[in-house]
């Protein structure tokens, strides 16, 4: 696929996809493992999601940072930046398993946070190695990435689970390897340079984009959409843990959660370029309050796939559709302050959802936990009613593919 025609196989994007699967087999380790880390070595039990609330939180303080990096180093020296880092946090992650140190974990999994706010770029970084009209496409396709750590997340959690002293220890040490892999794989890559960034008061985003009802859903639509789905997929390994089903059963449902989380990333562009990005949002939101009811409904190893599955779905269509609706919202050389914006309010949401999950499952029950879900599905729901009865921008801004 060159920079021209999106419909032919483009290096640089298969490569980048890689990245992006690599960066998910960390992420879902994380997911898999931290909840339980935690819980064994976690003064209190509320505080066992503290590991995942501190790898989000870690992200959400760095996208200013990550946004600095990007602009001054550009794409490539950046995300290289970002892997080394990873290797160095799962390194100490791996340390506070062995010597049972949660504090040492929590600090570990901030300073992986630089990492996820780095690697979270890679959507964006992917419509900037293909031309307008291949945008939706290249960001499904790099957000498809995701189905490698959907597979190997879960099974290298469990494989290396006993491989050292420490419960999980190994699984950390392994994610340093996964890491290292990664930045093989982005040398490859001959990013494109970034656009001169206006300085100081004029590199500030211009008043009327942040106004656009088109740029606030967008960034509601990533956000919420990934706030929900954290809130019950961080609480999933606690939840089942109470519910006696083994490590084993987990590691399974967060493998179908994640593969529903981005094999519809192969069609997903192609969906909205079909019928436009509101519709896919919509049943976003619809695939979302399904996944509730399928939880409500009880905690059987089936209820808990299925519904996991769902919300993988569901996020799929949210997280991909406010991506694309958002990068029609601004102009291109304030992009990487744009982008860092968004992130910022998605990894501030999942900070929020992370940490309240340890609290919801172990105070008020899996049940109860799903039921306060409704709350910002209901309010995605009305602001893209809103998105639909407003009428369009006079004027469309410059092309973040411009």
């Known amino acids: 696929m060159s920079a021209n025609d999106s419909r032919h196989f483009n290096a640089p994007l298969a490569w980048l996809t890689l990245c992006q699967g690599l960066f998910l087999t960390n992420n879902v ?9 935690g819980l064994a070595l976690a003064p209190q039990g509320w505080m066992a999601t503290l590991p995942l609330t501190a790898y989000v939180l870690g992200g959400a303080l760095c996208t200013g940072l990550v946004a600095r990096h990007q602009q001054r180093y550009g794409r490539k020296r ?24 949660f504090w040492l974990l929590i600090a ?4 992986a946070g630089y990492y996820n706010a780095n690697a ?8 900037e190695l293909v031309g307008p009209e291949g945008r939706e ?10 189905i490698l750590g959907g597979v190997i997340g879960p099974q290298l959690a469990q494989a290396t689970r006993d491989a050292l002293a420490a419960p999980f220890a190994g699984a950390y040490a392994a994610l340093v390897v996964v890491a290292a892999l990664a930045m093989v794989a982005l040398a490859r890559i001959p990013f494109p340079a970034l656009p001169h960034a206006p300085t100081g008061a004029a590199g500030r985003l211009p008043p009327g984009v942040a106004r656009q009802p088109a740029f606030i859903v967008a960034i509601a639509a990533s956000a919420l959409g990934y706030g929900v789905m954290n809130l019950l997929m961080a609480a999933t390994p606690i939840a089942m843990a109470v519910c006696s089903h083994p490590f084993s059963a987990v590691a399974w449902v967060l493998e179908w959660h ?6 519809p990333s192969f069609f997903t562009g192609p969906l909205i370029r079909r019928v436009g990005v509101l519709p896919v949002l919509v049943v976003g939101v619809l695939l979302n309050a399904a996944c509730i009811a399928l939880a409500l409904h009880g905690v059987d190893l089936m209820h808990f796939t299925a519904a996991l599955l769902v919300l993988g779905v569901g996020w799929n269509f949210l997280y991909i559709g406010g991506t694309t609706l958002y990068t029609e919202s601004y102009p291109a050389t304030h992009r990487v302050r744009a982008q860092a914006l968004m992130d910022r309010w998605v990894l501030g ?5 992370s940490f309240s999950s340890g609290a919801l499952v172990t105070t008020g029950g899996w049940q109860a936990m799903n039921l306060g879900a409704l709350l910002p599905l209901g309010l995605l729901a009305l602001m893209l009613v809103w998105l639909r009865t407003r009428p369009a921008a006079p004027g469309a801004q410059e092309s973040v593919a411009a």
């Open 258 to 263: 994640v593969l529903g989380m981005y094999v």
């Open 108 to 111: 570990a999994t901030v300073l």
């Open 120 to 127: 979270a770029l890679y959507r964006f970084a992917a419509a």
């Open 29 to 37: 380790t994380f997911m898999a493992i931290n909840g339980l880390v």
């Open 78 to 101: 950046a995300f290289q930046m970002g892997l080394a880092v990873a290797m160095v946090s799962a390194g100490l992650c791996a340390l506070a398993a062995l010597i049972g140190s």
């Open 349 to 353: 949401t999942m900070t929020l959802t």
């Open 137 to 146: 496409r290249a960001i499904s396709w790099v957000l498809a990435g995701g």
